[in-house]
């Protein structure tokens, strides 16, 4: 997201240019007998399949849990935690570390997926852990960087867990008879990441874009504890629970998509922006990737790592907006603590824990003194300026507003089956942030999108008293791969447009829900195929037709 937040009344140039129904309804919750997890550190699980693919296979058919949503979260202090790392291959053991005023909990976790409808499996349960209120946040005067240093709680081992992306729900003893049956709750988010992407469709988590929005302790990358930008953390960690229900951004923005994904019954891998930056090899042989619905702020190597994929046939989609827009730097907690007066032998293995970036205050940055071009600022801007639409094909222009989605290419492949033509709108699906072709791209800003590329869906609307449009947009590479952008942020949500679910649709209905429901359906199953330009027609350019007379 941008700083207008912070700063309102108007776009400045580097912001402004910087199964159909059935589908969609397909994410309400079914009514299914759950199956009971056992206790202490032992999976729910058969034998192991003889390969991952099959593996995730086998999980789909399992039966779900559908009392895996949060009741009520209580006061801030009533159960909070967080996992020692962001994630774990299967069988690798992670820390937890909970701080509780009840003087018990338990945690579950849980799997999402389709499942049958209940959107979730417990593969795992913990016996009764005594509880403890531990210490209230850590400032690091510095970068005015909020940590929470807390004891490990418990060490949990994932054998047996299947990849995926996980919620680990904590349920505290306090809270019961405050109007509901069962004690506090928070989750924790963890993703079991795939070792191996070959042939898969990969959906790419987000956490660097989540910890940036994370005000638990009262800072983030947008304000400190008094509201204001100037206050903000030029650096936020990973060692502090997230706020609001402790998974607010992934529930949002990702879980949709893991579950249609699933009911699809594509071949699958999980990984984060975290680790495609520390592993060049992370997404050799992929099918597709899919950046979800808020991925916003990644590293120089993560964008490098899934520019070479694109260029050696791995298709992308980009199911938001302002995706790739944050140039960020990953440093192991080391570097924001006082120096160790531990011995070699005992100092951990540095992890990458905290997501730095300066933003407008990027010169303050004592790195740059020694790595003038990598400013931790937008892409676009200089140093080093390399605006984003070089890789999705759109350019973040601006926030907020709140548009109806237009259809230009009816007869597009990704709308194939939608029925809809030329001009059918659905309403408040573009929002609230948004993307756009931009063809004369002037200033800083300048990255002429990839050619040919086709916009799909036109858009107009007004932002901040301008009038713009949100553009989705489609183009290919030499090595065959399709590059499919949305250029709004709200398509993960019209994933449950309609339904009970989320609870912050915008005022979409069960129509928009089907319109994205199949549209995403399309191209996820065109793009796990392999490199779409050998299945699919090529774009047709026609940005300039577009926007000359704009």
């Known amino acids: 997201m941008n700083d207008d937040t912070q700063h309102p009344g108007g776009l400045g140039r580097r912001h402004f240019l910087a199964g159909a129904a059935a589908g969609a309804a397909g994410i309400t919750a079914a009514t299914l007998t759950a199956c009971d997890s056992p206790r202490g550190n032992k999976p729910d699980t058969t034998s192991a399949p003889t390969s991952a693919i099959e593996s995730i296979d086998r999980e789909r058919h399992r039966p779900g849990t559908p009392d895996w949503r949060i009741h009520a979260t209580g006061p801030p202090d009533a159960v909070q935690g967080f996992a020692d790392k962001v994630s774990v291959l299967p069988g690798e053991e992670f820390g937890l570390h909970v701080s509780t005023t009840a003087p018990g909990f338990r945690v579950s976790a849980y799997r999402i997926g389709w499942y049958g409808g209940a959107q979730a499996r417990r593969v795992w349960r913990s016996d009764r852990v005594a509880g403890r209120v531990q210490p209230g946040p850590r400032v690091i005067a510095a970068t005015r960087t909020v940590r929470a240093d807390w004891d490990r709680t418990l060490t949990v081992r994932t054998d047996g867990w299947p990849e995926g992306a996980y919620l680990l729900r904590l349920d505290a003893e306090n809270g019961h008879g405050q109007g509901h049956d069962h004690g506090y709750q928070r989750y924790v988010p963890l993703i079991v990441r795939s070792a191996s992407t070959r042939g898969r469709t ?64 594509l071949p699958l891998a999980y990984t984060t922006g975290i680790d495609v930056h520390a592993d060049p090899s992370a997404l050799k042989g992929a099918t597709a990737v899919v950046a979800l619905g808020h991925d916003e702020y990644w590293t120089p190597e993560q964008r490098r790592h899934v520019t070479r994929a694109r260029d050696a046939g791995t ?39 905290t997501v730095v970036c300066y933003k407008t205050d990027y010169r303050d940055d004592p790195y740059l003194v020694d790595h003038r071009s990598m400013a931790t600022t937008d892409f676009r801007q200089p140093p080093g300026a390399d605006p984003e639409s070089s890789l999705t094909g759109v350019l973040y222009e601006g926030f907020p507003t709140d548009a109806p989605y237009v259809v230009h290419g009816a007869d597009h492949w990704v709308f194939d089956g939608t029925e809809v033509r030329r001009g059918d709108s659905f309403a408040h ?33 007004v932002c901040n008293g301008r009038k713009s449009h949100s553009d989705s947009a489609y183009y290919t590479v030499p090595s065959g791969a399709g590059v499919f952008a949305t250029g709004t942020m709200r398509w993960v949500e019209g994933l449950m447009a309609g339904t ?24 996820l199953r065109a793009f796990a195929e392999g490199p779409a330009a050998r299945t699919r027609p090529a774009p047709r350019d026609n940005v300039h037709t577009l926007y000359t007379a704009w």
Not at 235 to 256: C, H, I, L, Q, W
Not at 340 to 348: D, E, N, R
Not at 500 to 510: L, P
Request: aromatic fraction near 8%; charge should be positive; glycine fraction near 8%.
């Open 500 to 523: 009970r679910e989320n609870g912050r649709n915008h005022g979409m209905d069960a129509r928009t829900g089907a319109f994205v429901t199949r549209t995403t359906e399309n191209v």
């Open 429 to 461: 699906l573009v929002g609230v942030e948004y993307d756009r072709v931009t063809p004369e791209a002037p200033g800083p800003a300048s990255a002429p999108s990839p050619a040919p590329i086709e916009i799909v869906a036109h858009s107009p609307l």
């Open 315 to 353: 298709n992308l989609a980009f199911l938001g907006a302002n995706t790739c827009f944050r140039r960020v730097r990953l440093e192991d907690t080391a570097r924001h603590t006082a120096k160790t007066t531990a011995s070699p032998a005992t100092v951990p293995t540095p992890a990458l824990r």
């Open 202 to 265: 990969v959906l790419m988590h987000a956490p660097a874009t989540w910890q940036a929005y994370n005000l638990w302790g009262g800072r983030s990358l947008y304000q400190g504890e008094d509201g204001a930008y100037r206050t903000r953390s030029l650096a936020v960690s990973f060692d502090r629970p997230y706020d609001k229900n402790g998974a607010d951004k992934f529930m949002v923005y990702e879980r949709a998509v893991v579950v249609l994904a699933e009911r699809l019954g």
